[in-house]
């Protein structure tokens, strides 16, 4: 199998490694124990079944344990589900890595960073500057590694880079449209809008939320951040420390959706605007790549559980 | 007075042209008729008190009457008001015309046209560019002079095409980040998807809805527009034309905004956003510019009601 | 069993033909393959396993296929399940059709003809007439089969003219009612509403959205419809063109229910209501007819997830 | 003046008696004490000042003074405005009464009578026709007198019953057109339904909210009644009680609305949309009467504040 | 087993005895008949399947049924389920009845009669007292059974007495706090406002809605019950029985809630708000009992579907 | 008049020194300048005129200036309106003061802080309490100066410290009751929960909201500010920090209402329900206190708009 789990059909045999992301022990209508495995690799997910499992399976088959496994792709309930034959973890001389298995932005990090690098570069207001710098460098490594969200987009490894990176070209366009924007402010709001996710989530593999991320949430987090960073910086009190703190706080653009205050600023309103658009093109795209022209989507729970249609006349 | 009515402050003296907008008679507590005129020039509106009119007063000052005052600025609860010492109707003489009175789009008509020749030209799908052309081609007069809008954005001479120049602008440098995106169907959208209030607007001057504009709306009557001119040009039936109706459909993307569909294919969704970028970005820029540093603008309707505050550090 | 798969009761023995309306394949947890049937009669539908199933099961049993059947009424979760016993396709010599197998409405086409031809008798606005006939016309055929609905209300065969002589004759006796009510206006809205619904639904049988249903809806379908024919007719332009569409439109009675402008003339918003006071009644009588008194009804999506009560004293 | 003040244009004479509805005492920038009054004949209302008011005035100018006035019609703000030349209270010898300046049901009280009766006598059931005569006799005079509300429909004498008629006529219709419906439970629960408006309003001529109105609402008060009533006429217990209770209790239609239950019963949802038609074509008529083909109403706050259009084809 | 269901772990041994709250028969897919229990001690629920049922076993295993049972506690779809090795009814000799299975409250029913005695002794309004006395006298032994809901708060055995004094004892303090609160008329309003629920509830045992219960619901019965009390006490017209009416009706706080008008009586927001406290109290201390400090508790549907954090720091 | 500007009549004359609060400038209908004053003692609020007003006028008159005035209160549009007859600034030998003209708690600041003192030495964890102990340093003054809000509850002088005291009280009560309950970490939010409201608002004399209290709010701001501290005492880190961030975050119980998360620690449910119960008391007493037996307050925004009866039989 080398098109990835991505993109098996009904029927399809499987042979191959695959990681571990969850397991769940159940017990048959008959009481004879089985596991509930959920498996990826860097193109997808799949749930399979370990029938008759042994007390010796659920302690060999645990998350983020490589397997190699052969089976067919059978479907149950609307939903494809590999049914396995053969099953063993993966041993040292497989030759195989945890990080062969999750999905990767589709831009290098050594881009990314360049990218990053270039558009501090560009900013002249001393102070957003200094903060930006001191926050890059803070969190260098899980800014590369982490992924944006837990699901909906760029929900992979350097999804938060990627989004940023994204962000700040579309952000350099609307500037050149809309020149009254101030762009360092832009780029600041941008760089920083989801740096508190490095805290709310707990890490880049099998990412969940942390005590903090339940209670507190990003938003609070990075507008407490950012005053602590300014104290550092022995900035606090200027006026481009309260305006960040602003864009950070408003940029999900409504109470209702997580800012307890809306944008008052236009650099934070356009910042809520061109996360959107990054956001659900990023969704948008990754569906619609699973499907065939003249077919729709399956629902998006984050797009108001809409389906998507692809037109056929895309396809000349 | 040579600043325009939109600038002016409690206390300076006027002696100016002014087109009339509106008029309405009242009585005072002591019984004495008067007229409340809304005057206009290019920069903004202001209204003003004409105590103890006549009848021939009644008849003269009349809407889109062009008149010469001297008069003052005073406060009347909490809002500016015209305080009139002398008025008279515009002669030939004197040279004025309507258009002297109203604002106009930043940018000239001949580069609105250009820039969306260009992008016509760009256009690769021929059934969706014949469409285009046709409708430029039956409307192109309005489409250079209507607003996009009663009030709250681009309610101005050129408004529509100004608005549709920028959104191409952006559907352009998007197509570049998202190259997934079909830029035909994107930038089809963006020229049409507001040419319906060529038929719900009354006119460029002193616009109002139509009954039909009431009744319908400028997006049933786009949906319905498209279908004839597919008709005409012998295409109904083709799935491009389906499509650009959807778009058309479902561009202010909910059902409570009044899209009876919500936007099921990536470039209606990306329609959607564009428009209200452009849409915010306009009104945000208007309202910013009669303010100074530190201080709020008056609350948007259109924007939630909220009021967007003007940082002191953009001074420097 | 002769009294039909809608009044069953669990231990019932079936031996009787029925018709496939939809199939999914299975695998059991001991990887058995099977086929989840949806079989239905002219009095309701039942779910089916035929267990162990073989490729060429899988070839027979097919959607719109007919079958001979004997089994038995079991309990699944609560629902009612049909155990098979044995199972075969139908042959031309039993002598059964497709349309044995469907709901129908309880009012013959013939009766459904002559009201509504009656009612097009009634009307004396020549323009309005002229429409209504030229639709009557076009469709006749597919207004006589099509149901009203996928699901909820009239959702059988000949549902939709069984709805709209339902309408007409409230209309008529609202008319005597409130006599400054337009009679024309409202039976060509009666009439007309929901014709869209031809293009909406994919057909009489296995009723499911076409494309264009998805994308645009029965109704800016059905307001653009009366403009191509408006036009085919040579009378557009005429005012109750325009208030006809608006009927059309706004017949769902607001934004979140799919009707971009909400009734703004007096029959608009009596059309409204009618439709409500069949499709509800409809819904309700049907529901209602399957419990006893004493008993609740199932909860009903479609009238807000309410439960209905069936008095006792309605028994006397 | 003989046309009624609901029908007067600015700058009409008036000469006429009218009824004070309302007054409130005012002092003019010039700290000169004035009146405005609220006055009404069987047409209309309108808004007069009393500039310079004296003492004697207030003591003679209160509501329910029937008062002789010659003035002039202005307008004030956009609305008409009734300027007082003359005016004195009327005496005896001018024989009008109260009864002359409140409006009424276009039907008399005696054919409401006769309808209602009508309507009881067709019953069959014996607990309802118990419970709706012990009503109908507790009540006679007030239900024949009241208004069915202090604003929006049928807010006049009679009203109630002209209300309840005009139902029990759809309730008749509809019962043909579905005949499943229990009759007897329907017209029941039309004749009652408001009758707890008695306790809520005030009176018939200057109509306000009682305190127990306020704190109770008709709804909660009918329920008490029922029970109370039940409990007089000896067959409280029996299930015909509690459903003619939960007809009153979910009448309108939702909590939102003040129903604490929602209609569970098919006559109870039947009940609430009968109410909406009848409430909704009385407040459309009447507005719809005030404007020219053409032209749109005001806007009607009990309809969702929409403006109606009364088309031009309606002239011919 | 002596820790009591709601307290035990996957793997346990169970050997106990236990009553049959709910019984549902299904068929296996091989066709094979099997019963699922829902079983209760007084510490919690559990589901059981009890695999090959025979007709004797559905006669002798029903609702309220106690039986003596072994079995292993396993888990299916992330639920425990109790896994039955050998069964049978529980015999006269057993010793053992329906009250040690269920949940009774935390505190004795002689202590609620004092405490509730002690309340009304403080009241020294007289009319207020009557009412309550007789309310207390009529419905004495439901009062100290009945739960105070079917489920979420204080649903055991004289769940409605413990919430009453509670209540009781926060609006006692707060009359200190707040000297200007009429404390008899808080005092009736809490201990009367959920004894409508003594109709709208079938039992103590296993509770479900009555028809009344669900067509008129425990507050418009609570109102009507007052109103007949006060007639049977010859005080009716008096402003106490009115303003306690309110309060009853008021108590939820909002339409949407159930309560068709809001508090308008100082006593009757307070009313609500003691209600809220006390109820959430009720839940969230019994969600933290069953959880470790670091945990959170399972989502609590009626506390808006949160889960609540058990801090590690309370530990110490 | 000795009896404060909150409790005159129309009518009234006056002679006394009241407090400017704000000041309008206006031209009437004759074009001369006039000055609209709001005056203010300790009891409350009231509007006047100063008709024909001069520069000299303009000059004197200003916000926080006392001033002598007779005068006499009118009505206008159904408000109390103050009419003056004489005015002059208030000189030193008047001997009075700004503090005599603002409404204070109705507790003296000695009392406040012994019930602060007595609560913080009443709790047992050190993090909890040196927190406490430092923030209470760091704003002492301000803490018992601010109000708690610009308008609705407690807004007047200490009022900020009063809400704290009272809360404090419920919190000690309710504690006794549920003893589940963790007091010092319920006190610690009570008593830091709205000192974020000091940078919020502007000060205690003429209060309005500060450019960082619009854009960030009094619940991030305090967010902040923890953290800060936390730093500072060298506590950050310990999980008791994070918690009373928590509780701060979500005091306001719903994301719509300005917590981005909503309560998820008892305590934290328990915070929000104490902060409503104190406000709304302070709302309703203040308003009630205005009225006599038998009438209504006027409407209260901030209680959803609702009026509240104060019933007769208190009168007793």
Redesign the interface.
Known sequence: MNKGIGHVNVGDAIDSFMLIKDV??????N?KP?LTLILRDSTGEIEA?L?DSTKEDEALFIPEQIIKLAGEI?????KS?L?IFSVRPAQLTDGVHISDFVEKAPVEKKVLTEKLTEAIFEMK?P?LQRIVRAFIKKYQEDLLNYPAAVKNHHEYVSGLAHHVV?ML??AK??HK??P?L?KD?LYAGVILHDIGKIRELSGVVTTSYT??G????H??MM??EI??MA?ELQIEG???V??L??LI?SHHGK????????????EA??LH?ID??DA??NM??RA?DKVKPGE?TERLFA??N????K????EG
Request: a neutral charge.
């Open positions: 769940t022990k159940g017990v048959t209508s009481g089985f079944k029938w059978n479907q149950f309930r609307g589900q049914k207001n102070t994204s070209q579309i366009e609307l449209l809309y009254q101030n402010l005590v903090e339940k209670l507190l949430g938003i609070p507008v407490e005053a602590l104290k200027e006026e481009e309260l305006i703190q602003h706080l109470a209702e959706w997580g800012s307890p205050k809306p944008p008052q600023v236009r309103e356009l605007l959107l658009i659900k093109m948008l795209n619609l729709f797009m108001d809409r389906a998507f249609y037109p056929l006349f895309e």
